[in-house]
């Protein structure tokens, strides 16, 4: 089994930054998809952003578009999401996901799933 572990979440005023990791237990990490969604409570949980295996393809939903930047550490096994600009509406858990084709990433497939940390956006 493939291990995500997310950190970096927490409380942090409207227009603040927080930066999330996902850090992966697995040595093939460049052979996965990598990407970031989030559920808020009563919501539908939604893709976030979402990165290719090499780092050259990425996606943001239209709403984070220009605030957030996802990157990876292949030598790290790692993925990130820097979160700039953060507004309560961004307030969620924020859950690490990879699939080996980051098209089903976009349409809601998930090999692995982290356990999700919690974004917080006060007003």
């Known amino acids: 089994q493939v291990q995500l572990v997310e950190s970096g979440g927490g409380l942090v005023q409207a227009g603040g930054s927080l930066r999330l990791s996902c850090a992966a237990s697995?040595?093939?990490?460049?052979?996965?998809?990598m990407g970031w969604f989030r559920q808020a409570p009563g919501k539908e949980r939604e893709l976030v952003a979402a990165?290719?295996?090499?780092?050259?393809?990425?996606y943001y939903r239209d709403s984070v578009k220009g605030r957030f930047t996802i990157s990876r550490d292949n030598a790290k096994s790692t993925v990130y999401l820097q979160m700039n600009s953060l507004k309560p509406e961004d307030t969620a858990v924020y859950y690490c996901?990879?699939?080996?084709?980051?098209?089903?990433?976009?349409?809601?497939?998930?090999?692995?799933w982290g356990q999700g940390t919690q974004v917080t956006v006060s007003s």
């Open positions: 996901a990879a699939n080996n084709w980051l098209p089903a990433l976009q349409t809601g497939r998930v090999d692995y």
């Open positions: 697995e040595r093939t990490f460049i052979t996965y998809a």
């Open positions: 990165i290719s295996q090499s780092g050259g393809t990425t």
